[in-house]
């Protein structure tokens, strides 16, 4: 523990005392957070089966009858159960070394001094200290606000950053993208939004496998007729040994027994059920080597019969990164080179940012200055050393940043609305009309005049005499296997949706972008959520509303502003309708329907809780992993039947 300065702001925090208090009542943000399935859970999806019961049942006759040569029957059942068993610990213990990181650290206000502490040493009621880069450690209020900016895209999809003003709540998981801040915590360790969700999720269930079902569906037919056919056999036994009673005096109805256990377990098909976890086993080691993690067997084939598959956007079809699509000019042609030089200057000076970052990597490209061109730009505006050059950082308060050129001309770069706002009416226009179609767009502006700042005032004015100089288009990075992948499920015939916390215009814009079309390739159906039937979303769907949610999303490709718990009820509605059906997704809201849907799929980059309780994990995060999955799973399908045919 480190203590620094004592914080600008006035809060003082809680005191040494309040502390103790609520580490004593355990109201504290300690809260240990699987991973992965346990050892244990895995042990017994394994051990308790209908196949496992029937054989074990005779094994246990048979050794207790004594007859130690019989029960050569038992190696069946031990392998069978090993092999499931260590094939998915195996992936448990690779899932596990994926999550060892680096213990994050908070900095928290305490009896008015700044002090850094464990992330699990932040208690109830704590006033915590945001900065960029940082995890939001615990649900809460915020107190101040320098420019916050938060990324929820983790918990609710929406890819755009919130700016939380005093007295907003912020949500543990959550990242600081931008600004500092001030916040006091208001629900800690298992009773935070992102544990509660994550919590709900992981209630234990298995995949559903048509293969061991049907197996299943044998072995209980026959679990059905194995006690009198059981019985009709020691009988016979019994006959010929004269009666029951020689039989019991001369202890010949023990071999009766166990040539009655013997032509029951006779009756149960070993070898099918045996090659058909040996087949599971060869395809989860081969899917290991393609970085496809299979933490169930059975998922395996299921993919292979997937026709509706469910794509969150964030993380999953694109990056969740932006990258700069266009620069145009004020008459919506090309942009001029003093354009992208202030552009470039821009981006370089002050405080980092998303935005900064993505005008500034696209610039580099080839396509607009290259990594040269972009230095040389910024030597000419005098930004060869930031030293010496003024400027104004990005405030989501002003929602513009600005800086001052070496030949005296101010540029401004921020939101159309605020920066061109009695200027430029018809590239405001212009830019409102991209917008619209899902794009993010940031205005930039000239003046000869520098900005103002007014007698007692802390925040700087914008210069009257602003003019258009361009619009900076930023778009979603799209993944660049996620077009080649959706092409090959469309193939198939798997229906993909797209489902998304972020505004249905822009979920359209990066589907379309991404290659996602309709079945019957037509136009997109684009829905938002907010529209959807009453009920869906609650946690307590009844039939008829799964069926009302069922006939409104049959048609659409796209779904806009989805929350964590309507992602289940879609799910949840398709499979109502016989569909089997793949989630795919990365942040703690998609927990919720990956665990409901025949098949949860994760990014080896996404939450801890997603990856826990996904089916399959994709542990470099590249979609175009997942036409080898199907190929394999299909080669265990017809490998399979083979063998039932044999």
């Not at 899932?95 to 932040?122: F, H, I, K, N």
Request: charged residues 20%; hydrophobic residues 45%.
């Amino acid at each position: 523990m480190s203590t620094t300065h004592p914080p600008e702001s006035s809060v003082n925090g809680l005191s040494a005392a309040q502390v103790a208090e609520r580490v004593s009542a355990g109201q504290t943000n300690e809260y240990r957070e699987r991973t992965s399935r346990s050892a244990a859970q895995i042990l017994r999806a394994n051990v308790f089966t209908i196949f496992n019961g029937i054989l074990g049942a005779a094994l246990v006759l048979v050794l207790a009858l004594g007859h130690w040569a019989d029960a050569l029957f038992g190696f069946v059942l031990v392998l069978n159960t090993a092999t499931g068993t260590l094939a998915e610990i195996r992936a448990k213990r690779a899932l596990d070394r994926l999550s060892v990181l680096e213990t994050p650290r908070a900095v928290v206000v305490r009896d008015g001094a700044e002090t850094e502490v464990a992330v699990g040493q932040v208690v109830l009621d704590d006033v915590v200290r945001l900065a960029a880069g940082q995890q939001v450690p615990a649900d809460g209020e915020v107190l101040t606000s320098d420019g916050l900016e938060i990324d929820e895209s983790i918990l609710t999809g929406e890819s755009r950053p919130v700016r939380p003003v005093s007295g907003a709540k912020v949500m543990s998981g959550t990242t600081v993208t931008a600004g500092t801040g001030l916040f006091r915590t208001t629900a800690v360790g298992g009773d935070a939004y992102a544990h509660r969700l994550a919590r709900e999720a992981r209630r234990y269930s298995l995949v559903v496998s048509e293969l061991q079902a049907g197996t299943n569906r044998v072995l209980h037919w026959i679990s059905w007729v194995i006690v009198p056919v059981a019985l009709v056999l020691v009988w016979s036994q019994l006959r010929l040994s004269g009666s029951v009673a020689e039989a019991w005096s001369s202890g010949a109805w023990r071999h009766a027994a166990v040539a009655g256990i013997a032509g029951v377990v006779s009756m149960v098909p070993q070898g099918l059920v045996l090659l058909t976890s040996v087949n599971f086993a060869t395809a989860s080691l081969a899917l290991a080597r393609r970085n496809v993690l299979v933490q169930e067997l059975p998922a395996v084939e299921v993919l292979a019969r997937v026709d509706t598959l469910c794509l969150d956007k964030t993380g999953t079809i694109t990056t969740g990164r932006i990258r700069l699509g266009e620069i145009q000019g004020p008459d919506g042609g090309e942009a001029p080179l003093e354009v992208l030089s202030a552009l470039a200057l821009l981006s370089t000076v002050g405080e980092a940012n998303a935005t900064a970052d993505a005008i500034r990597e696209g610039l580099a490209d080839s396509e607009w200055l290259g990594a040269q061109g972009l230095q040389e730009a910024l030597s000419s505006a005098g930004a060869g050393s930031r030293d010496g050059v003024e400027s104004v950082p990005f405030s989501s308060r002003r929602k513009w940043s600005a800086v001052r050129d070496r030949s005296g001309t101010t540029w401004v770069l921020g939101a159309p609305e605020i920066v061109l706002a009695g200027h430029s009416a018809s590239v405001l226009d212009r830019a409102r009309q991209i917008a619209a179609r899902g794009m993010r767009v940031v205005a930039l502006a000239r003046s000869r005049s520098p900005w103002r700042l007014a007698p007692g005032e802390e925040e700087p004015r914008l210069p009257d005499d602003l003019e258009a100089a361009g619009i900076v288009i930023l778009t979603e990075e799209i993944r660049p296997d996620a077009a080649e992948t959706l092409a090959y499920f469309r193939r198939q015939g798997v229906d993909a949706k797209v489902i998304s916390g972020d505004s249905p215009e822009t979920v359209a814009a990066v589907a379309r972008q991404a290659g996602v079309t309709a079945p019957d390739g037509g136009e997109l159906v684009v829905l938002d959520a907010r529209t959807l039937p009453a009920g869906a979303g609650s946690g307590q769907e009844t039939e008829e509303d799964l069926e009302r949610l069922a006939d409104a999303v049959e048609d659409a490709s796209v779904l806009g502003r989805v929350t964590p718990e309507q992602k289940r009820a879609l799910v949840r509605a398709l499979k109502s309708r016989g569909h089997v059906v793949a989630m795919t997704g990365d942040g703690v809201n998609d927990a919720l329907a990956l665990k409901d849907a025949d098949l949860g799929i994760a990014m080896g980059n996404g939450a801890p809780a997603t990856k826990a309780v996904a089916r399959l994990v994709l542990l470099k995060g590249e979609f175009s992993a997942l036409p080898g999955v199907v190929a394999q799973g299909r080669r265990v399908m017809a490998n399979t039947e083979r063998i039932a045919s044999l």
